[in-house]
């Protein structure tokens, strides 16, 4: 089973910067990924797929890159309504897994 | 707008089984694989099974094998969840997922595009 281990697991930042979240697999991955937003209390909601092409009606500060091993999530401009867990998800093969999470905090 | 919402969830004791449903709605349920993730309270999300489109494919996440069955009734838009000899570490958050690809019988990984809104199991004496 491929591992997803993202950095960091928490991270505060204040309103108006630049965040990265990182999404490291055990293993290459030859597909792409996925990046999720979960709010308190909500299901998730997908923000990228295919590594980097984001979802309709996501805002565009959010961008993904990446391949490989190496993954990541970028918030440009912070936003007090980013505040969420954010989750990375590979799309090799079954069985499909999840990183384990980033819980962002605004300062 | 795609519609999925989830019932079935409760307070279940060691042993017992469940079956949770999916209804769906607003889109053509008929041509889309469906998935089910849970999430355990306070920690992240777990893929749980997948059922193609025609219900002929399904995939399960290797843990789970032999006590969960995913199935689908396509006639009345519906997608559900048997569960056996549910134990605590079952208690979690069931959410049904939409996979965004149209017909494919035997459907590679892929992302989730919609998501119900989820149902508690709570596995307890």
């Known amino acids: 089973d491929i591992q997803l281990t993202q950095s960091p697991s928490f991270l505060s930042a204040s309103v108006g910067d630049r965040v990265t979240i990182t999404c490291r697999a055990s293993?290459?991955?030859?597909?792409?990924v996925a990046w999720y937003q979960q709010k308190p209390g909500k299901a998730p909601k997908l923000l990228i797929y295919?590594?980097?092409t984001l979802q309709s009606g996501v805002p565009s500060r959010f961008s993904g890159r990446g391949s490989g091993t190496e993954f990541t999530l970028t918030i440009t401009s912070l936003q007090s309504e980013d505040l969420a867990t954010y989750y990375c998800q590979h799309l090799d093969s079954y069985p499909i897994t999840f990183g384990q999470g980033t819980r962002l905090e605004i300062k | 707008q795609v519609q999925l919402v989830e019932s079935g969830g409760g307070v279940v004791q060691p042993g017992e089984s469940l079956r949770l449903s999916c209804a769906a709605s607003s889109f053509t349920f008929s041509s889309h694989a469906m998935h089910w993730v849970r999430q355990a309270p306070g920690e992240g999300l777990e893929w749980v099974a997948l059922i193609s489109f025609d219900g002929s494919n399904k995939y399960y996440a290797d843990s789970l094998k032999g006590r969960f069955t995913i199935s689908r009734d396509n006639s009345k838009h519906t997608l559900y969840l048997h569960m056996n000899s549910l134990r605590a570490d079952d208690t979690a958050v069931y959410f049904c997922a939409r996979d965004p690809r149209g017909p494919t019988t035997t459907p590679p990984p892929n992302w989730f595009d919609s998501w119900g809104q989820g149902t508690l199991v709570t596995v307890s004496s």
């Open positions: 295919a590594t980097s």
């Open positions: 293993q290459g991955i030859v597909s792409y």
